[in-house]
C-alpha cells in the first residue's frame, strides 16, 4: 500500500503562484507514475499533469506553460509548481500515484490506485 500526502494549497490572488507537494511513503516499488489531478464543484476529476520514474511529463493544454511537474526520486515526493494562477484553477488538487505504462495516451484516474487526501486552490481576488 502507497500512502500519499499533499501539502502547499491555500488562496491565492489571480497571477499569483503556488506550489504543491505529495510525499509518498509505503510500498514505493508499486509505483511508477505520479500525476495531478484536480476536481472543481460539479466538474469531473480531470489531470493536470503526470511524470514517470525517468522523468517524462505530460500537460493538460489549460496548464501548459503555467504548471511544472517535478519529482524527487530519493524523497519520494511530486512537485507542482503553479505560476500566473486563474479563476479557473480553483479546484480541490489530488496527487495519484501507480505503477502504470507511460503511454501516450493518459489512462484516466480509473488507472490510480493510490490517492491523496486532496488539497484545496482557490484563486480569487
Known amino acids: 500500500q502507497v500512502q500519499l500526502v499533499e501539502s502547499g494549497g491555500g488562496l491565492v490572488q489571480p497571477g499569483g503562484s503556488l506550489r504543491l507537494s505529495c510525499a509518498a511513503s509505503?510500498?514505493?516499488?508499486?509505483?511508477?507514475?505520479m500525476a495531478w489531478y484536480r476536481q472543481a464543484p460539479g466538474n469531473e476529476r480531470e489531470l493536470v499533469a503526470r511524470i514517470s520514474s525517468g522523468g517524462l511529463t505530460d500537460y493538460a493544454n489549460s496548464v501548459k506553460g503555467r504548471f511544472t511537474i517535478s519529482r524527487d526520486n530519493a524523497k519520494n515526493t511530486v512537485y507542482l509548481q503553479m505560476n500566473s494562477l486563474k479563476p479557473e484553477d480553483t479546484a480541490v488538487y489530488y496527487c495519484?500515484?501507480?505503477?502504470?505504462?507511460?503511454?501516450?495516451?493518459?489512462?484516466?484516474?480509473?488507472?490510480?490506485?493510490?490517492w491523496g487526501q486532496g488539497t484545496q486552490v482557490t484563486v480569487s481576488e
Open positions: 509505503g510500498s514505493i516499488f508499486r509505483i511508477n507514475v
Open positions: 495519484a500515484a501507480e505503477r502504470v505504462p507511460y503511454g501516450p495516451i493518459e489512462s484516466g484516474p480509473t488507472a490510480y490506485g493510490n
